[in-house]
Structure formats: structure tokens, C-alpha cells
């Protein structure tokens, strides 16, 4: 089974921050946090990942807890292209099946 | 750099036939994986090579199988089609086999067994 939790959709109006949240409780020290999103019909595609720190590249910003066990993607300014299913994983060092299990994902909607 | 590359796009094939997909990883990568998506279960992890060597399974028949080559590219066999292999095959590739490695996915191949 999938190690996270996520929402099933989300809504978001165009031009507005998209908060996407994950639960991972049960995840261990040396497991990365990755996000990735699919869009009809293409293969997911990466956005960001990170251990403990706070992330942010050219698509999104990463908010992990101090705890860890729960991390929020955010991208800054939605637009109707950013429609998708928002996947959260989490993969370890040690590689192992279960960093490559993917939930159900929450599927975002931008909203013009 | 290329992205990782999958053919055929589509496939039609009938019950009972088998079938070869193909993955061609990103230059450099040395993991592959493979993932079937259908509507009803999402995405399903099916197994991961690294090295020439499987590394990881998921709950899938043996009718499933793969392999990959010294090059890395990868190959999937499913042998004696069922209609519930219908689905959206998807290869990933990454370049060490977990942990700070992001995978980057193709855009599958669609199979479908009438």
C-alpha cells in the first residue's frame, strides 16, 4: 500500500496559490519526499523532492514539517494548464518496492 | 538530454496473443521501472531493473516479465493477453535505483487486448 495520504481533488482558482497537502507519517529518516503530476494521458511528470529543508525550483516550492510527517506542495501562481493529479511518494535510500508505490493521487482544478 | 522513450505508442492485440514493450532510458540512467495504469486501480508497480538485475517486484502474475539489457534499455514481455491488460504502460528511468533520484517517466504505451 501507498505510504502517504492525500486529498481525492482540490479546487483552485486561476492566478492563486495551489496548497496540495500530503500525510506521511510513518515515514523514516533517510525517505525523500517527491511530488510528481499527470496530466490526461502522459506519463507523470516530476515537479520536486526533498528530505527535511524547504525546496523551491522554476515549477514548484516545497514545505516539509519539522516532524516530517506531513509536507504541502505549492505552486505559486495557478494557471488552467496546472490541472492535473498531484502525486505524493516517498523513497528511501534503500530502494525497496515500496518508494515506487504511487497512491491515487489528488486531482487538482484550476478554476478560470 | 532525450527523455526516456517508449515504443509502440499504441498497441491492439488479441486474447490469449503475447507482447514486447520497450523502454529506452534517459542517457546515463541506470534503473528502470515499470508501472501499469488503468482507471479502476491507478498506477500499479510491476518491477524495477537496475544493472541488468531485477531489484523489486509487485504483485503481478509471472505472465508478467521484463528484462534489460547492458545498455540499460528495458524490455516487458506479457504473455497469454487477458482483457484486463488493457492499460496505459508506463517505463521510468532513473539514475540510482532510490533515494535522492528522482524518476522520470515516458509517456507509455497504450495496450489494448480485444
Known amino acids: 500500500d501507498a505510504k502517504t495520504t492525500q486529498p481525492p481533488s482540490m479546487d483552485c482558482a486561476e492566478g492563486r496559490a495551489a496548497n496540495l497537502p500530503c500525510n506521511h507519517s510513518?515515514?523514516?529518516?533517510?525517505?525523500?519526499v517527491y511530488w510528481y503530476r499527470q496530466i490526461h494521458s502522459q506519463g507523470p511528470q516530476y515537479i520536486i523532492h526533498g528530505l527535511k529543508n524547504n525546496e523551491t525550483n522554476e515549477m514548484a516550492s516545497l514545505i516539509i514539517t519539522e516532524d516530517r510527517k506531513s509536507s504541502t506542495l505549492i505552486l505559486p501562481h495557478a494557471t488552467l494548464r496546472d490541472t492535473a493529479v498531484y502525486y505524493c511518494i516517498v523513497r528511501g535510500s534503500g530502494g525497496g518496492a515500496d518508494g515506487l508505490t504511487f497512491g491515487k493521487g489528488t486531482h487538482l482544478i484550476i478554476q478560470p | 538530454k532525450a527523455g526516456v522513450t517508449q515504443t509502440p505508442r499504441y498497441l491492439i492485440k488479441t486474447r490469449g496473443q503475447q507482447v514486447t514493450l520497450s523502454c529506452s532510458p534517459i542517457?546515463?540512467?541506470?534503473?528502470v521501472s515499470w508501472y501499469q495504469q488503468t482507471p479502476g486501480q491507478g498506477l500499479q508497480f510491476l518491477f524495477e531493473?537496475?544493472?541488468?538485475?531485477?531489484?523489486n517486484k509487485g504483485n503481478f502474475p509471472g505472465r508478467f516479465s521484463g528484462r534489460q539489457f547492458s545498455n540499460s534499455r528495458s524490455e516487458m514481455n506479457v504473455s497469454t493477453l487477458e482483457l484486463g491488460d488493457s492499460a496505459l504502460y508506463l517505463c521510468a528511468s532513473s539514475f540510482l535505483e532510490a533515494g535522492n533520484s528522482p524518476l522520470h517517466f515516458g509517456n507509455g504505451t497504450r495496450l489494448t487486448v480485444t
Open positions: 542517457s546515463g540512467h541506470r534503473s
Open positions: 531493473y537496475f544493472s541488468e538485475t531485477q531489484r
Open positions: 510513518t515515514i523514516s529518516g533517510n525517505e525523500y
